[in-house]
């Protein structure tokens, strides 16, 4: 069996290279989380084309959502990536370009959406399946925290830079000219092209014999995983409301209110986001360094920690300025990092691994599945009611997390055992390829661990 030497998985070169390369691309994409939206605003001045640009990217991510986890399971991870990330390179330097010459147009932004959204779903489940491939079980929990955690502080200092750059180069607060939005993404296409050579790097690793089987039949294979786990279809349900709750009246409202309200308008914007950052992040230790919650109560600490941002989210019309915006948005992030780390430590450790790349894909459509109707519904309301918006979608998501504790099943979750593998797959699983430098030799054999991120906030 392999085990590591040390639990730091930066003892593991290719953890450094996935950490290193996905850290930059992550604060490249906070600088196109605030371009885009921006841009759609500056362009428009419509929150419906806002939502509908935003549920356009979010389509074809849940549709092929399915697709890209059995492309996991059959390619790996790393490859699934290193294309992903290059479609998406290119995507988001073609867009910078247009905007800089001053040409970009409404179906531009569609285009780029629906380029950006196809290779996301490939994206996302081979993102979650790649950490188990590269350290050991020991290694794991600190590996992911190390991940999310750099993924929330690259959120907590990306948007407010982006802000900066937007406005900086453009003109009054509450509109912008095409080169502080063209910096930005040009910014987003370096760090994707950085991250294309970190995975490059990597060393390829032995996919595990499997027998020759169509798409539907592995996807099949899936679904029954996720009905053989008790409680795990709760989960999806309760993602699956929480992104229609949540998501799409936090991205369509949040640059809404900077445009409209907020005197800093862009500044504003990535101040907004980056406190979502902060407060994930500090969600995140806390979940770290406090015990954790007694199965007994698991369900209620976990699903009490993502309805509270409802209330937060409720709050929002009822503030003046962005200071206050900025404290409540990371109020309700520290409940909600803190729940989606227990809740993926959960998730993590009741999938079979060699249905990783699949069952996460499912996982994660049910978790993504309504966010294009959350987007287009936001899009439309807002027009009508920005506070309205807000508050019914904030009071639906704590009133849903509440009455999900009245089933029996979700109150259970944390009584849930572990997924064991049976004693044949222990023996032939092929786990052995570790980083030298990272692991040593012993007796039997360990296959991949788990990873993934059901967040309900995308």
Do not use: C
Request: zero cysteines; aromatic letters at 6%; hydrophobic letters at 55%.
């Amino acid at each position: 069996m392999i085990q590591p030497a040390t639990r730091n998985p930066f003892a593991v070169r290719d953890f450094r290279l996935l950490w290193a390369g996905e850290t930059i691309s992550v604060l490249g994409d906070q600088f196109a989380l605030i371009a885009l939206p921006w841009l759609a605003l500056v362009l428009t001045g419509s929150g419906l084309a806002l939502g509908s640009v935003l549920a356009l990217m979010a389509v074809p991510r849940a549709l092929l959502m399915l697709i890209g986890g059995v492309s996991v399971d059959r390619l790996s991870p790393r490859l699934v990536m290193l294309a992903s990330n290059a479609v998406r390179m290119v995507a988001v330097t073609a867009l910078g370009i247009v905007v800089l010459a001053d040409v970009a147009e409404l179906w531009t932004l569609y285009a780029f959406a629906l380029v950006f959204g196809v290779a996301d779903a490939f994206f996302f489940p081979a993102q979650t399946s790649i950490v188990p491939q590269l350290v050991g079980p020991d290694q794991l929990q600190r590996a992911n925290g190390i991940v999310q955690g750099t993924a929330q502080a690259s959120a907590l200092v990306g948007p407010a830079l982006a802000g900066i750059v937007i406005a900086a180069l453009g003109g009054e607060a509450a509109a912008t000219n095409a080169a502080g939005i063209a910096a930005a993404l040009l910014l987003d296409a370096v760090s994707f092209g950085i991250s294309l050579l970190t995975l490059w790097l990597m060393r390829a690793r032995p996919r595990a014999e499997r027998a020759p089987a169509s798409v539907i039949e592995d996807l099949k294979a899936a679904f029954r995983h996720v009905g053989e786990v008790p409680g795990l279809r709760a989960v999806i349900v309760v993602s699956l409301a929480a992104n229609f709750l949540i998501v799409g009246p936090f991205e369509v409202g949040l640059p809404v209110m900077a445009y409209q309200r907020l005197p800093e308008g862009a500044a504003a914007f990535g101040i907004l986001l980056s406190a979502f950052g902060g407060g994930s992040l500090v969600g995140l230790v806390l979940g770290a360094m406090l015990p954790a919650p007694r199965p007994t109560r698991f369900a209620f600490v976990v699903l009490g920690a993502t309805g509270l941002p409802g209330l937060g989210l409720a709050i929002l019309p009822f503030v003046q300025s962005t200071l206050a915006a900025a404290i409540v948005i990371a109020a309700s992030s520290i409940s909600l990092g803190y729940g989606n780390l227990h809740g993926m430590t959960w998730v993590q450790a009741r999938i079979a691994p060699v249905l990783m790349g699949r069952v996460m894909s499912v996982l994660m459509l049910g978790s993504m599945g309504l966010i294009p109707v959350s987007m287009l519904v936001a899009g439309a309301v807002v027009q009508l009611s920005l506070d309205g918006m807000l508050v019914v979608a904030g009071v639906g998501m704590a009133s849903f997390t509440t009455a999900a504790l009245l089933s029996p099943t979700v109150r259970r979750l944390g009584l849930v055992p572990p997924y064991q593998p049976p004693a044949a797959e222990v023996a032939g699983e092929p786990g052995g390829d570790r980083d030298a430098e990272g692991a040593t030799e012993a007796g039997g054999a360990s296959g991949p661990e788990l990873a993934a991120s059901v967040s309900p906030s995308a």
